[in-house]
């Protein structure tokens, strides 16, 4: 069972969302995911690269990552919220 099934069947058992503090991301929903945030605060990561937290200023596309700082995080996470009424914790 892939790891994209396994969370699906976990969360699908537990009725479980995204607003649940134990809802499964596996890497590539956590991605989607924040892209979905990020583009919300005008931030639109390429769909090939994969979204990391930096401590510096020097953000954006590295290579096959798109660097963002914690305060653009938290920006994203708050529009996703006012958005969608679904609350995303940035440790999860």
């Not at 699908?12 to 969302?17: F, K, P, S, V």
């Not at 605060?41 to 401590?55: A, F």
Request: charge should be negative.
């Amino acid at each position: 069972m892939s790891a994209e099934d396994a969370a699906e069947q976990h969360n699908q058992a537990n009725g479980l969302d995204t607003s649940d503090a134990y809802y499964l991301y596996t890497p590539n929903t956590a991605q989607a995911t924040a892209r979905d945030v990020l583009s919300l605060v005008g931030i639109d990561v390429p769909e090939n690269h994969w979204v990391t937290l930096t401590d510096t200023d020097q953000t954006g596309i590295r290579f096959v990552e798109y660097h963002i700082n914690p305060s653009q995080l938290e920006g994203g996470i708050e529009q996703y919220r006012l958005t969608t009424g679904e609350a995303i914790e940035e440790d999860h």
